[in-house]
């Protein structure tokens, strides 16, 4: 059974600095990685897809990473901005269509 | 495109009480989740819809909660009786997914969720 892990559960940061998300998984047998954003209220967007292929995507100032054999996902965050302030959660996907999701990590980021 | 719609976007009951939740997922996507959201916590998957079939409910806890999807479109999730830890968001999602085992691209389709319904169980 896949376990996801998020690690820091909560990271508040100052506005500019470059950030890390950290998540990990147990079932190395992963066909895409995904990260997703949550808004206080909101239903989960979508930020990143990386294919069990890939080692990384990007879109704008996220970066997100993929090392299958180590289980592991991280997710930069470059310049933050107090827009960025939300919930991310990364969620793995398995056979039979099986996506589990992390814990997350609530982010603040202090003009 | 339009999102996926889920209604109501609060809820509040008394435990005993039922309660029902509805979702339309975006046009011609084929799967269709439904995910339990406790505060602080990620999203579990209560049960996944592959067109009007139930692929997984393995976490559906059964004997309260029950589910369907009629005619491959809309769905609607139902709490009978509710206790007070189902208090959460319930999250709709869906995906293009059609070809589900045959082909590696079909699992490279990015989930779309709806804002949820925010259950509160008093």
């Known amino acids: 059974k896949q376990e996801v892990t998020q690690i820091p559960a909560a990271l508040s940061v100052p506005e500019g600095e470059n950030l890390v998300l950290n998540c990990s998984f147990t079932d190395s047998a992963i066909y895409n990685l995904q990260w997703f954003r949550q808004d206080p209220g909101k239903g989960l967007t979508s930020l990143l897809l990386?294919?069990?292929?890939?080692r990384e995507q990007t879109s704008g100032r996220l970066n997100a990473s993929l090392d299958k054999s180590s289980g592991r996902s991280t997710l930069y965050i470059a310049a933050s901005q107090p827009g960025d302030s939300a919930t991310y959660l990364c969620a793995g996907l398995n056979a039979g269509n099986m996506l589990t999701f992390g814990g997350g990590t609530r982010l603040m980021v202090k003009p | 495109e339009a999102g996926v719609a889920q209604s109501p976007r609060y809820k509040i009951i008394e435990k005993r009480q039922s309660v029902a939740f509805w979702c339309n997922p975006i046009?011609?996507?084929?799967?269709l989740y439904w995910y339990q959201q406790i505060l602080g916590q990620g999203p579990k998957l209560l049960i996944q819809?592959?067109?009007?079939?139930?692929?997984?409910d393995s976490q559906l806890p059964k004997d309260r909660f029950s589910a369907e999807r009629l005619k491959g479109v809309d769905s609607t999730l139902k709490i009978q009786p509710a206790k007070l830890e189902d208090s959460a968001v319930y999250l709709c999602?869906?995906?293009?997914?059609?070809?589900?085992?045959?082909?590696?691209?079909?699992?490279?389709?990015?989930?779309?969720f709806g804002n949820g319904t925010r259950l509160t169980v008093t």
């Open positions: 999602a869906s995906s293009p997914d059609r070809a589900f085992f045959s082909s590696v691209s079909s699992y490279n389709s990015p989930l779309h």
């Open positions: 046009s011609g996507h084929a799967t």
């Open positions: 990386i294919q069990s292929s890939q």
């Open positions: 819809f592959q067109n009007n079939g139930v692929v997984d």
